[in-house]
């Protein structure tokens, strides 16, 4: 008499088979997932600090040698769209804010930018 059904050493031989797949994929879609979270922040990050220096060619003669603009600021004026969240930790960065630094005089202006997260966010 045939039976039609899996032997329970079939069964466990699957099961050990899936294991070890597991083993082997979980560890790096991990990665990879945290990976593209700092690369996220990243570029938010790099997002804001650029929209800073959007707000300075608009602002030049406000920054004599130093100079802090909100985020909350760039929003109003229309040079950040969207409210910003860190996507890592999803939290608000309305709070935060770029510090601009008037580092050389004309004819070769130079300036630095500096992000300042707030306490929640870092």
Do not use: H
């Not at 700092?38 to 600090?49: C, F, G, L, P, V």
């Not at 003669?61 to 109003?76: G, R």
């Not at 004309?106 to 966010?121: A, F, R």
């Amino acid at each position: 008499m045939k039976s039609k059904g899996f032997t329970l050493i079939e069964l466990l031989g699957v099961i050990v088979v899936l294991s070890l797949l597991a083993l082997i994929i979980v560890p790096s879609v991990t990665k990879s997932i945290q990976n593209g979270q700092k690369e996220a922040d990243e570029n938010t990050k790099n997002s804001i600090i650029l929209s800073a220096r959007n707000w300075l060619s608009d602002n030049r003669a406000l920054v004599t040698s130093s100079y802090t603009v909100t985020v909350k600021t760039l929003q109003d004026e229309g040079y950040i769209n969207e409210d910003v969240k860190l996507p890592s930790k999803g939290c608000s960065l309305d709070g935060a804010s770029v510090t601009i630094i008037k580092e050389s005089e004309e004819p070769n202006l130079k300036y630095d930018y500096k992000l300042n997260l707030p306490d929640n966010c870092k």
